[in-house]
C-alpha cells in the first residue's frame, strides 16, 4: 500500500503543471535610493565657479567668451577702505550681460557673490575693497547665448599718496 501511494503521488507531481520557481526578487529602490538628478541654474553656477576660483590657482573653467577687465586709477580712500574702478568688456556677446563676483583679502576672507547688470558687454563698476591685496574673481553669463567667462584679477588697493614737502619754521 505505500508503494502504490508513492507511485499515485508520483503521477501527480508528473501531471500537474510546473511552475517557474520564483525568482528572488530585487526592489529597485530597496539597496540605494533613486538618484534624482539637480539641475542648476546657469547663474547658480556661474555663482559657484566665482567662489571655486577664489580657492584654486588655476581656474578651474575655461572661459567660453574673451573676457578683458580693467582696474582704474583709485581715488578714494577711507581708513580701511579704498573704492576701485572697473571696466569689463565681454567681446563677442549677444545679448546683456550679468557679471558675478567674489573678493578675497590678505586675510583669506572671502565675501558673497554679488551681481550686477551690463549692456551689450561693456560697463564700468566701482568696488569697495579693503586695503592691501585683493583677489577678485569674476565671471560673466551672456543672457541670450548661454555663454560664460571667467578671469581672477589681483588687485592692491593701496592709494598712493604724493607727499608734497611743506615748510616747516619756526620763529
Not at 501527480?12 to 538618484?35: K, M, N, Q
Not at 566665482?50 to 581708513?79: F, Q, Y
Request: glycine letters at 8%; proline letters at 7%.
Amino acid at each position: 500500500m505505500v508503494g502504490s501511494l508513492i507511485a499515485s503521488l508520483i503521477a501527480i507531481a508528473s501531471f500537474a503543471p510546473r511552475t517557474p520557481p520564483p525568482s528572488p526578487v530585487t526592489e529597485a529602490f530597496g539597496a540605494c535610493p533613486p538618484r534624482v538628478l539637480k539641475f542648476r541654474s546657469l547663474s547658480a553656477e556661474l555663482d559657484n565657479h566665482v567662489l571655486l576660483n577664489l580657492l584654486t590657482d588655476v581656474p578651474m573653467r575655461k572661459s567660453e567668451l574673451p573676457l578683458t577687465v580693467v582696474a582704474g586709477e583709485i581715488t578714494r580712500c577711507e581708513s580701511q577702505t579704498c573704492t576701485v574702478p572697473l571696466t569689463l568688456r565681454v567681446s563677442g556677446a549677444e545679448g546683456p550681460v550679468t557679471l558675478a563676483f567674489a573678493v578675497a583679502n590678505t586675510k583669506g576672507e572671502i565675501s558673497e557673490v554679488h551681481h550686477a547688470e551690463c549692456g551689450t558687454g561693456a560697463c564700468g563698476v566701482s568696488l569697495v575693497l579693503e586695503r592691501g591685496r585683493n583677489t577678485l574673481s569674476i565671471g560673466v553669463i551672456d543672457v541670450l547665448s548661454q555663454t560664460t567667462a571667467y578671469t581672477t584679477v589681483r588687485i592692491n588697493a593701496n592709494r598712493s599718496v604724493a607727499a608734497t614737502p611743506g615748510k616747516s619754521e619756526w620763529f
